[in-house]
């Protein structure tokens, strides 16, 4: 028995307030020898452990894909279906037919790559694929959901990448349990997100909807719209959540002349801060009831999953607007229906639901004075060239056995970024 | 005969080339004097006799004023009628049950106030008051269109208000004629028109509609919105008019990161052209090829009426997107209708249209790609809330024989101001 030297995994698994170290080598059996070490949470040996760690699976990765890139690999990109609308745009990479642009590249390098919209349940088309692919890309506008079950299934799988930003479809736990790798393509279209958020809050305090409604209706009632339709000028406008999309928000915001508060975990550092005019509020309980318009900005973690319930939104000013562009299951899908219906939420907008796609009889497509969407902020056409771009480098990176950018990675090393721990 | 000095009307009527000035005085008897002068235009002589007319004028005026102020005036309101409307919002100022607010202030100064929104027609509720009233306030949302004929029934007749911006729905080389005064609440509403503008470029951009149209019907089809969903960054933007709105827009456009030009008569003073970032373009027909979207931020007037019509539009990039919240009647409406349907304009947005109220069978109410609504981008909130106190500003100064701020008036001492000559 010998060992394979440039096989070698590397695998943390969190549990509770224990981490579990595990170093394994796959034998040419395909036996993994698991060497197994207790490491409390907090403590400096942790620390010290992680730091060993990283650099022991720094090697271990490299090692890894200078292996992988030796063979042919199965790729599977999980994407929506474009159908009639495939043709109308050469630029329109992001769907199936368009297959991210990079086909005839894999092809030509001896990969295979197969393409499918079709994610749900055991008869899918990516179902088929999941035991044998290396390679899974999907996107957050028409998520493959990458559950434990999955994961354990995909015995292949060593690479899973987001085209866009946001990778909660996948259960990172399980990911980094099993030495897989979660990058996404950091920065591809927060700008394309941050643009739309400052789209959808003048479309509700306008009150813009109403009246195109009249329009197409053959219909004419100023007053309909007016009665409730204001200025952006003047108002409070509050981020939860100041990261990359935040900030872009709060810089396109600036002229407006608002009141512009944002909460986060740090402050922003003060140069910035003085340049976007915005003012930190640590306590996001007392920035709430102050806000005119709350922008959601914040990943989907455990943390944040349901955050805005009934006793949240309670803590908002009567007639508030909410931008939520971030992800559907961070808000209480009921309780933000039933704000809407009370007149407490004077309207709420955005683009992500939970599931997507939304079912037909999801509330939110029929509460008043909302401005929702399917999931397209961050797949312009701008953006989706982008996010291919992205993939595209990530790939080629992964098959000459060459780190990726940083800030992509979601997990790497068998740590979580910090976002999501 | 004995002349009345506080009653003297001075009137100036431009007809072609050439101006006649004429002044004449209300005898008691109620017949006027003509005393009639030919006047070259572009002379020298023509500048002294503005000069000198100018002089006369403001002592007529400040004569009349202080004269008007004695009696109890009749004052007419046209504006749009809330309905269920109007008891939704305390602020909602800007309907005929809101009447601007004023209709205690006017009644405790002994003044009679009508307000409607019963504007067309001879059997109209305005038409039963124009004989007798001497002010009439109205509003471009929801405009009495106020003719040569009109003016001439409208004996009494010396004031007329805009509760907004914009009275081309005044004849108003018929109201200089008459020796009326015409004013606006300048700047009552340009940030409320400039923040609009923006909403529409994106909604259009973005191509927000169709994705709210699915969300509705119970539909899910990203791929049917993304493929033509585009950023603002990095597209090139240019202000047809870069007046009061046009600026606001360009300042609110800067950390978009776009490429903007401007059109105008003037160039903007370079160190404000700086701070904006725009580019100026002289030449209108070489700017328009070069915009992926055009806003048009220009007066109506008799040179820019039916200005974009067929040929102009032909001169800009296929795929332009098109925002026009200035004056429906500066676009040729079958001209816009066809070239979306055409393609050749990927969207057209606005809330100004021609006539309005829009009748059932309006073009653009049935165009493909359009964003438009009833007349509502000058009438939130804020904006209601402002002009309606430029109005009562301004009819205090009547009542006291003051002047108005200098750029309120669009008819003073026998002149359009500059922009409508």
New interface residues.
């Given amino acids: 028995m010998r060992w394979r030297s440039l096989s070698i995994k590397f695998i943390v698994t969190s549990g509770g307030r224990r981490l579990t170290l595990v170093v394994s080598s796959v034998l040419l059996d395909g036996s993994p020898l698991p060497l197994s070490l207790p490491l409390c949470s907090g403590s400096g040996i942790m620390a010290m452990w992680r730091a060993a760690a990283g650099k022991l699976l720094g090697r271990a990765l490299a090692s890894r894909a200078a292996h992988t890139s030796a063979g042919s690999k199965k790729i599977v990109g999980v994407f ?4 009639e ?2 043709d ?2 050469p630029n ?1 990479v ?2 199936v037919e368009g297959a991210l642009g990079i086909r005839g590249w894999l092809e030509s390098k001896g990969h295979s790559y197969i393409v499918t919209d079709d994610k749900e349940g055991l008869n899918s088309e990516l179902e088929k694929h999941i035991e044998d692919m290396h390679v899974l890309i999907t996107t957050p ?2 998520p493959a959901y990458v559950t434990a079950e999955r994961i354990k299934k995909a015995k292949n799988l060593e690479l899973l990448l987001t085209a866009g930003i946001g990778s909660d479809h996948i259960d990172l736990p399980a990911a980094a349990a099993a030495g897989l790798t979660v990058a996404e393509v950091t920065g591809s279209n927060t ?2 997100v941050a ?2 958020e ?2 959808r809050i ?2 509700l305090l ?4 109403p ?2 409604q ?3 209706q ?1 219909e ?15 108002k409070t406008v509050g981020t939860v959540g100041a990261g990359r999309i935040g900030r872009l928000l709060l ?2 915001l ?3 002349n608002c009141n512009l508060l944002y909460h986060d975990r740090l402050r922003i550092n003060p140069e910035l801060e003085r340049e976007i005019g915005a003012k930190f509020e640590e306590d996001l309980d007392a920035m709430l009831p102050k806000c005119d318009i709350i922008v959601i900005n914040t990943p989907l973690t455990e943390k944040t999953r349901g955050m805005f319930n009934k006793e949240k939104i309670a803590k908002m000013k009567k007639g508030v607007i909410i931008v939520n562009n971030a992800r559907g299951a961070i808000m209480d899908t009921q309780a933000v229906a039933d704000a809407c219906s009370s007149g407490h939420v004077a309207g709420y907008g955005g ?1 992500v639901w939970f599931p ?3 079912p ?1 009889d999801h509330p ?3 509460m008043p004075n ?8 961050g ?6 060239l982008r996010y291919a771009a992205g993939v595209k480098d990530m790939l080629d990176r992964y098959f000459k056995g060459e780190d990726f950018p940083e800030q992509n990675y979601i997990v790497k090393e068998g740590q979580l970024a910090s976002q999501y721990q």
């Fill in positions: 929506y279906k474009a159908g609308y495939a109308m745009n329109f992001g769907c506008f028409h700008v394309s643009e739309d400052l789209m003048l479309i306008r009150n813009f909807l009246g195109y009249q329009v197409v053959g004419w009632n100023v007053a309909g719209i007016a009665h409730r339709a204001y200025d952006l000028e003047g810089q396109r600036k002229p407006f683009d997507q796609p939304a037909k939110w497509r029929y909302h401005a929702m969407t399917p999931h397209i902020s797949t312009t056409i701008d953006a989706q």
